[in-house]
DNA sequence: CTGAAAGCGCTTACAG
DNA sequence: CTGAAAGCGCTTACAG
């Protein structure tokens, strides 16, 4: 295992310069001695140490993926996509989950990426000034997926425009009373970054347009998780006067949300429309109408624009659509409806999440 | 940022040897040079360069964790905890995702960990002698989870009992034609491993035991997903003698079959009773009646038994307590009532999946 | 407790 | 096209 340069040299009958040339595909080599020197490593199983040509290069050759939790569909779909893409180019991937503040401080204070990797990719975290600047300083490329800064490669979607036309949908529905269940971060930790805020404006947008008056007790706001959109669905359900339809920035919290209001024994979406944002792969399993933002060519994308940033190139900064999916969550709201007290349909059949 | 060993010596008026053991806290440096050699690497920013370290030390410090697939809920949780456990023993997580075949031959055979890992941890796939054998020729410490080796750590749990449990559970409720949908991998991809062909064995026990006769028919297999799960269950609707009741290996492959299911208007649990395997977040949302493997417990043991393996310990392998969690997704057999026409309650309240 | 020196295993100007 | 040599930035016996 510990077969070296020198012992491929001598096999190969040539000096360890010329090893390393031509197992590098360096040009300047013969195509006779590049042979040569390719088998008596194949013979040997060489492959050069990792960290003597990181020492030697400067180059690691492998990138780090930073998101705020592992254990969400999102991230565990976006990484997927992005290290796939990276190790194609022959990087390997560092991973590093900061969930709680207190990691967030740790890692962009501690120049711990410096000679760990070449480039960093940002998942769902607006950095600041001050923490671009520490990778910068550390020699880290970096592109960011779900944020925006000037001069740093980046993916995105016109989340604004998304929350407007989701929140169109249902006005069109002919629903008035229109909630927001958005994402707020937990005192310790860090998730959510900007694009939940965006769609709070979309929504704002879309109401004013239309000339629905806005509430505040109409806008909730919890942890991005199944159990955080139940919570803001519960208090949503005490409001005053309830709402026909909410627009949730995330799917996992719309779960929440649909399971709060079948334990309150209404019916959706003949009672209560519901429509969330990502397109999670159960959404279908549930039937939620929802936004969907090409989640796995975002990996892609951001991957490759590290790559190309790695190659010297300028960092670019790429929009992805945002496209309604309509399922079985929203309908029109039931008060416009003919009969609102005599049951107008069978209505256990073909219901959404009904299994 | 390239401060090296050098200036902080300087600084700190001392030599090289002084400053790299007083900064990795070796005995034999008195407590005041220590301090004046921490100072001064404070005031520098400095860090040793991990290169370097792991040229001379031969240690790399950082472990690799092998998945099949990295978007499904199981894996982004047990990933997460497992990285979190390691994070905290000072070593960084580099990810290998080996969906196919050919990702995992050249995985295998290439000696890629060599010199980038000390240690790896395989998930969810049974590796050969050859492949194991690969790994500590390559001086890698490894850990499995949900497989085991001779020789080698592992978490796993019993998945035979866990396969019984689940379905005397179903038996219990007075069903007898009990139908089971597995996992197979497909023709490129290397998912699945041993435990769900337990989970086959488990169901078959419990049905000997029960005098229940099996049949072939009975037993679907699919690809590791709602898709899969849809498939297999569709296959199962079209059975000369259509079964009441479904042990799944899979959550998510469970609900597949909830859709499938509410799409051919069968009422679950009334028509059909269905029960899955791993307590899945989102089984909540639905309502499925599952089988809990303390999925998050499995992840940080699968890392300790690494970290313990790294320091010299011996292997270990532990085994995780499976329980069932009976949620909304499983009752006795509709035939079994009383009234089996007319509808024996308002049915539309409080069912599984109807939000 | 501290320091001078060799060595870890590559890569890369510099000559030839 | 090929080789000898310096250097990448640490760690660790070996002396003292």
């Given at each position: 295992?510990?077969t070296?340069?020198?012992?491929?040299?001598?096999?190969?009958?040539?000096?360890?310069?010329?090893?390393?040339?031509?197992?590098?595909?360096?040009?300047?080599?013969?195509?006779?001695?590049?042979?040569?020197?390719?088998?008596?490593?194949?013979?040997?199983?060489?492959?050069?140490?990792?960290?003597?040509?990181?020492?030697?290069?400067?180059?690691?050759?492998?990138?780090?993926?930073?998101?705020?939790?592992?254990?969400?569909?999102?991230?565990?779909?976006?990484?997927?996509?992005?290290?796939?893409?990276?190790?194609?180019?022959?990087?390997?991937?560092?991973?590093?989950?900061?969930?709680?503040?207190?990691?967030?401080?740790?890692?962009?204070?501690?120049a711990?990426?410096?000679?760990?990797?070449?480039?960093?990719?940002?998942?769902?975290?607006?950095?600041?000034?001050?923490?671009?600047?520490?990778?910068?300083?550390?020699?880290?490329?970096?592109?960011?997926l779900?944020?925006?800064?000037?001069?740093?490669?980046?993916?995105?979607?016109?989340?604004?425009?998304?929350?407007?036309?989701?929140?169109?949908?249902?006005?069109?529905?002919?629903?008035?009373?229109?909630?927001?269940?958005?994402?707020?971060?937990?005192?310790?930790s860090?998730?959510?970054?900007?694009?939940?805020?965006q769609?709070?404006?979309?929504?704002?947008?879309?109401?004013?347009?239309a000339?629905?008056?806005?509430?505040?007790?109409?806008?909730?706001?919890?942890?991005?998780s199944?159990?955080?959109?139940?919570?803001?669905?519960?208090?949503?359900?005490?409001?005053?006067?309830?709402?026909?339809?909410?627009?949730?920035?995330?799917?996992?919290?719309?779960?929440?949300?649909?399971?709060?209001?079948?334990?309150?024994?209404?019916?959706?979406?003949?009672?209560?429309?519901?429509?969330?944002?990502?397109?999670?792969?159960?959404?279908?399993?549930?039937?939620?109408?929802?936004?969907?933002?090409?989640?796995?060519?975002?990996?892609?994308?951001?991957?490759?624009?590290?790559?190309?940033?790695?190659?010297?190139?300028?960092?670019?900064n790429?929009?992805?659509?945002?496209?309604?999916v309509?399922r079985?969550t929203?309908?029109?709201?039931?008060?416009?409806?003919?009969t609102?007290?005599?049951?107008?349909?069978?209505?256990?059949?073909?219901?959404?999440?009904?299994?």
């Amino acid at each position: 295992m510990t077969t070296s340069v020198e012992s491929v040299a001598e096999r190969a009958g040539v000096s360890v310069s010329t090893v390393s040339r031509a197992l590098r595909s360096v040009p300047g080599v013969s195509a006779a001695t590049r042979k040569r020197v390719q088998d008596a490593a194949d013979e040997l199983g060489y492959s050069a140490s990792p960290a003597a040509s990181r020492l030697a290069t400067g180059r690691t050759m492998t990138v780090g993926i930073v998101v705020p939790v592992l254990a969400k569909w999102f991230f565990g779909k976006v990484i997927g996509e992005a290290t796939h893409t990276l190790r194609q180019a022959g990087f390997d991937v560092l991973l590093f989950e900061l969930g709680t503040r207190a990691q967030r401080e740790r890692f962009f204070s501690s120049a711990h990426l410096h000679g760990r990797t070449d480039g960093v990719i940002i998942m769902a975290l607006q950095p600041s000034k001050a923490e671009l600047e520490s990778l910068t300083a550390q020699g880290q490329a970096v592109a960011l997926l779900g944020a925006e800064a000037q001069g740093f490669g980046s993916v995105s979607v016109d989340n604004v425009s998304a929350g407007r036309a989701a929140v169109r949908h249902l006005l069109n529905l002919g629903h008035e009373r229109i909630a927001f269940i958005g994402i707020r971060d937990e005192e310790s930790s860090n998730l959510g970054g900007v694009p939940p805020l965006q769609r709070l404006m979309g929504y704002r947008e879309a109401l004013a347009e239309a000339g629905v008056p806005g509430d505040d007790m109409l806008e909730q706001f919890d942890e991005n998780s199944v159990d955080g959109g139940a919570a803001a669905m519960s208090r949503l359900l005490v409001t005053e006067q309830v709402p026909t339809a909410v627009f949730v920035a995330s799917d996992e919290m719309a779960f929440g949300v649909l399971k709060v209001l079948r334990k309150a024994g209404l019916d959706v979406p003949r009672d209560f429309s519901v429509l969330g944002f990502d397109n999670h792969e159960l959404c279908d399993v549930v039937g939620l109408t929802t936004m969907d933002h090409e989640v796995a060519e975002q990996g892609q994308d951001v991957a490759r624009i590290l790559l190309d940033i790695l190659q010297g190139g300028p960092p670019a900064n790429l929009s992805r659509a945002v496209r309604l999916v309509v399922r079985e969550t929203t309908a029109p709201p039931h008060v416009l409806r003919t009969t609102p007290t005599a049951p107008d349909s069978p209505h256990s059949a073909g219901h959404p999440g009904t299994p």
